[in-house]
């Protein structure tokens, strides 16, 4: 029966080949929570700065147009979705999400939040998190007039949930600026302690209201963005101290993933660890067929790293030899080998399991 329900093919996307699942996973519905690297447009519709609307971002999608994507073609959601055999969610505030569509999911994530409210505050309007998850109870009681309670809630239960935060609330919040309010209130690892805490919350949050399979990824190595490389390095090296953040923070969300899935007595929560599958790259980008993982595709500056990215900017001729798009997000192929390892990625990858041992698994429930 499990074969006949999920069975197992490969699509070749950017020269990366990816797992995907059809028939019951076709249905599955997919669930995106968090900030820029996993927005795919919601921005679009605020009176906001931190937008992804306008050339160069959008290249290499097919429709070659910006989405809101902070990427210059599919971001990580997207890959999720092709591997699920389902096409992309639409941003919850996209007009055209309604009828049938809402059954595939829905993406509520909005560029610049953090874990914390106070992050991402000079970008004024975005969705903070708790209303993301205000927004998600909203999605339920729309999808509930159509196809009524229980069936409702059995796509909440059985739904892919994906959810982004914590490196805004350090590039955004605690080193924004010398001497922020953040970092005279804490020292690092009592603010680390702080912000962990509070993600605890909301991924209990996420629990009530229905998430039973929730990959939550760590922060990747913030210190090595081309951003970070163009403020704060004079030789090329990552910086220490935002490093120093991303080593203390990723460990500690481990650590309450355990106790959450100790807690529930379900393997709900799974540990996504970016900061080494970004770090592979960084450390040999030539193994991965990029030409570098300093410097930015789009940008302007030392490493292309200041500013944003626009049709004034530097733009590389060649996307898919650079691990980054632009000063903060990994390009297209980079995201393609990050989920590459969310699928099949080991133990040093994933935490408890990788995506496609859940797949299989939840495929041997029905």
């Not at 329900?5 to 019951?24: D, E, P, Q, R, T």
């Not at 937008?51 to 971001?75: H, L, Q």
Request: aromatic letters at 10%; glycine letters at 8%; one cysteine or more.
């Amino acid at each position: 029966m499990a074969s006949s329900m999920a069975l197992a093919c490969y699509i070749i996307v950017l020269g990366v080949s990816v797992v995907c699942w059809k028939g019951a996973e076709a249905q599955r519905a997919f669930f995106v929570f968090g900030d820029s690297l996993v927005d795919n447009g919601n921005n679009n519709y605020l009176a906001t700065s931190a937008r992804a609307d306008a050339p160069p971002y959008g290249i290499d999608y097919p429709t070659r147009r910006a989405t809101g994507r902070f990427s210059n073609g599919y971001n990580i959601p997207d890959f999720i979705s092709q591997a699920l055999g389902a096409e992309s969610t639409l941003p919850y505030l996209d007009p055209e999400l309604n009828g049938e569509r809402l059954l595939v999911g829905a993406n509520f994530a909005s560029a610049g939040i953090g874990i914390l409210n106070d992050t991402g505050i000079q970008f004024v309007n975005i969705i903070r998190i708790y209303r993301q998850l205000q927004y998600w109870e909203e999605y339920q009681q729309r999808v509930s007039a159509i196809i009524g309670s229980e069936q409702t809630q059995s796509l909440i239960n059985g739904a892919l949930v994906l959810i982004t935060l914590g490196g805004n609330d350090f590039v955004n919040n605690y080193y924004l600026v010398p001497y922020s309010a953040r970092s005279r209130q804490y020292n690092l690892p009592d603010y680390v302690k702080y912000i962990i805490s509070e993600y605890k919350k909301i991924l209990a949050r996420l629990y009530e209201l229905g998430a039973r399979r929730v990959l939550v990824t760590g922060t990747g190595p913030l210190g090595c963005v081309p951003a970070e490389l163009a403020q704060r390095s004079s030789n090329g090296e990552c910086s220490a101290e935002l490093q120093r953040a991303a080593s203390l923070f990723n460990p500690q969300l481990v650590q309450i993933i355990r106790q959450l899935n100790s807690e529930i007595g379900s393997e709900v929560f799974v540990a996504v660890n970016t900061q080494q599958m970004h770090i592979d790259f960084i450390s040999n980008p030539q193994r991965y067929g990029f030409v570098t993982s300093k410097v930015a595709c789009c940008g302007q500056g030392p490493y292309n790293g200041l500013g944003l990215c626009t049709v004034a900017s530097n733009l590389c001729p060649d996307r898919s030899v650079y691990a980054f798009w632009d000063a903060f997000h990994p390009s297209e192929r980079a995201n393609g080998l990050i989920v590459q390892q969310i699928l099949s990625g080991s133990s040093d990858y994933m935490y408890p399991m990788n995506l496609s041992t859940i797949l299989a698994l939840d495929s041997n429930k029905n």
